[in-house]
């Protein structure tokens, strides 16, 4: 039995071959997929988990508290999240000084403000809602001095009327 010559040009995947899948697909079909469907459902959920710990990672919070930050403003309010964290664990400090309880109340206050605009920025047009996020990305780098001061160490950091009105108008 001679095979034919390959035409130039002539389809690989011509109507019989279609009905030749379909019935092999047909056949197998019912004794493969019970077999197969297991593996592939738990290896959905591991590529799912891996992406929620990349994306926790990402934003530097725990994959627990990922549901809280998501729109586009999540990795600035995931940031405020955690100055405000990192402000309340000075608060509950036994080395904290009085100057440094009054930061922690202006900043906590000006971290609540920043937070609400975040949030409210999702619902803006793009323009506004990136203007928003800069000035409010600008005010907690502004913010985030001091955390790295020593406990008392106040003279780097003024607590003023946060910049980003202007996003708003």
Same mark, same amino acid.
């Given at each position: ?26 056949? +197998? ?16 959920? =591991? ?6 710990? *990349? ?6 919070? /725990? @994959?627990?508290?990922?549901?809280? *930050? ?5 990795? +600035? ?12 664990? !000075?608060?509950? /400090?036994?080395?904290? /000084? ?12 000006? +971290?609540?403000?920043? /937070?609400?605009?975040?949030?409210? =920025? ?9 203007? =928003?996020?800069?000035? @409010?990305?600008?005010e907690a780098r ?11 160490? !106040? ?8 910049t980003w009105g202007?996003?708003?108008?």
């Open positions: 039995m001679a095979r034919k010559a390959k035409v130039e040009g002539e389809a690989r995947f011509t109507p019989k071959r279609a009905k030749n899948a379909v019935a092999v697909a047909k056949v +197998l079909g019912p004794a493969v997929i019970p077999v197969v469907a297991p593996f592939a459902v738990r290896a959905a959920g =591991a590529a799912r988990e891996a992406y929620d710990r *990349y994306q926790a990672r990402k934003l530097g919070v /725990s @994959v627990d508290k990922l549901g809280e *930050y998501t729109g586009r403003g999540a990795a +600035l309010h995931a940031r405020i999240a955690g100055l405000a964290d990192g402000c309340r664990d !000075l608060q509950k /400090s036994e080395k904290a /000084s009085k100057a440094d309880q009054d930061f922690v109340k202006d900043a906590l206050g000006t +971290l609540e403000q920043l /937070s609400a605009t975040v949030r409210a =920025a999702e619902r803006m047009p793009a323009a506004r809602r990136k203007s =928003a996020h800069r000035a @409010v990305a600008g502004a913010a985030r001095r001091p955390a790295a001061a020593p406990p008392g160490d !106040l003279t780097s950091f003024h607590v003023k009327a946060p202007r996003a708003f108008t």
